[in-house]
């Protein structure tokens, strides 16, 4: 069965220390690999995608992801965490056979940061 | 930027009563999508459409319908709403490229009572 596994529900960092949320998949092919952020209150946004090429994949507010093909994962990661960083991060992947139109999610993981 | 917009972002009903949730896009997007998301369950595709009067079932449909008279407008409609309806609703449109991500509104919190 098709699924996304975010192991860690919630995590709390320092302000400034280093930062990665894990995610795997269980999938037929390579899918299409999305992370999205939710600030509190605010929908979601696409935070970077992987789709083919470089596994290593550049994102907005300084975060990265990275592509393990043979650990069927797709880790967040940002080297120094801001506070406004707070919120649900939500992995997603997606089929690559035809329209995108159903992605399966993960269930998130809630990110905390001590000033 | 893509502009996803839910009408409202708080709303509080009463049991029963017909609830029109309404979302409109301004990107010309094909596809759109109504999500509602409940704490520890994540997201969940309620309806999803990939073009004007066409949708499809998501995974969880049932207690409510949906509809897409023109391209940019989505409604999500609770024909007699009940409590277990109580949820945040996120709508989203994406392009017809497989590509292309999902964009999101901000979400309605909908309260049922």
């Known amino acids: 069965a098709q699924s996304v596994t975010q192991p860690d529900i919630h995590i709390t960092v320092s302000e400034g220390a280093s930062l990665e949320l894990r995610c795997n998949y269980s999938?037929?092919?390579?899918?299409?690999l999305f992370w999205y952020v939710q600030s509190p209150g605010q929908g979601l946004q696409l935070l970077l995608k992987?789709?083919?090429?470089d596994t290593l994949v550049q994102g907005i507010k300084g975060f990265e992801a990275e592509f393990k093909r043979s650990q069927s994962s797709f880790n967040l990661r940002k080297p120094s965490v801001h506070w406004s960083d707070a919120a649900e991060y939500f992995c997603?992947?997606?089929?690559?056979?035809?329209?995108?139109?159903?992605?399966?999610w993960g269930l998130g993981t809630s990110l905390a940061v001590n000033p | 930027d893509v502009k996803v917009t839910q009408s409202s972002r708080y709303l509080v009903k009463r049991t029963g009563e017909k609830v029109f949730l309404e979302c409109v896009q301004d990107m010309d997007h094909e596809n759109m999508f109504w999500y509602r998301q409940d704490p520890g369950l994540g997201l969940r595709l309620i309806y999803f459409s990939y073009d004007v009067k066409m949708k499809e079932k998501g995974d969880i449909p049932e207690g409510y319908s949906v509809s897409r008279e023109k391209k940019e407008r989505f409604s999500l409609i609770l024909e007699s709403a009940s409590t277990n309806q109580t949820s945040m609703y996120l709508c989203?449109?994406?392009?017809?490229?497989?590509?292309?991500?999902?964009?999101f509104g901000n979400g309605t919190r909908l309260t049922v009572t």
């Open positions: 997603a992947v997606g089929a690559r056979a035809g329209n995108n139109r159903k992605l399966i």
């Open positions: 989203a449109s994406s392009g017809w490229d497989e590509n292309s991500p999902l964009h």
């Open positions: 999938y037929g092919a390579t899918p299409y």
């Open positions: 992987y789709f083919s090429g």
